[in-house]
Nanobody, 129 residues
Framework: QVHLVESGGGLVQAGGSLRLSCVAS????????MGWFRQAPGKEREFVAV??????????YYADSVKGRFTMSSDGAKNAMYLQMSSLKTEDTAVYYC????????????????????WGQGTQVTVSS
């Protein structure tokens, strides 16, 4: 059974940076698709970033709201993936989750939470003004 654990969240001032980690048990980095999502209080879970290995190359996609500020990466040797967050804004405050699926997803489904069957427990990111 694949298991994901996030870490690295915390309290940071606007304009600051944080790096989130997601460590997997069970050979996760053979997974086709790995993503980051977030959920703010009272809001639905939303897409942040995803790497799609369904094709011959790995392609990474970002939500427009984080493009240019967040960078997703992975380290297969450590069974880990990361989300480097810079120039943080108060609206980035949320619980951040990593997720994965072995399924081959159509491009329009990459940002849909229901497309993913394995989730971490989440890590809180709070950005103060």
């Amino acid at each position: 059974q694949v298991h994901l654990v996030e870490s690295g969240g915390g309290l940071v001032q606007a304009g600051g940076s944080l790096r989130l980690s997601c460590v997997a048990s069970g050979g996760i980095f053979s997974s086709r698709v790995m993503g980051w999502f977030r959920q703010a209080p009272g809001k639905e879970r939303e897409f942040v970033a995803v790497v799609n290995r369904s094709g011959s190359d790995s392609s990474t996609y970002y939500a427009d709201s984080v493009k240019g500020r967040f960078t997703m990466s992975s380290d297969g040797a450590k069974n880990a993936m990361y989300l480097q967050m810079s120039s943080l804004k108060t609206e980035d405050t949320a619980v951040y989750y990593c997720a994965t699926t072995q399924s081959r997803l159509a491009s329009q489904d990459l940002g849909t939470p229901n497309s993913y069957e394995v989730w971490g427990q989440g890590t809180q990111v709070t950005v103060s003004s």
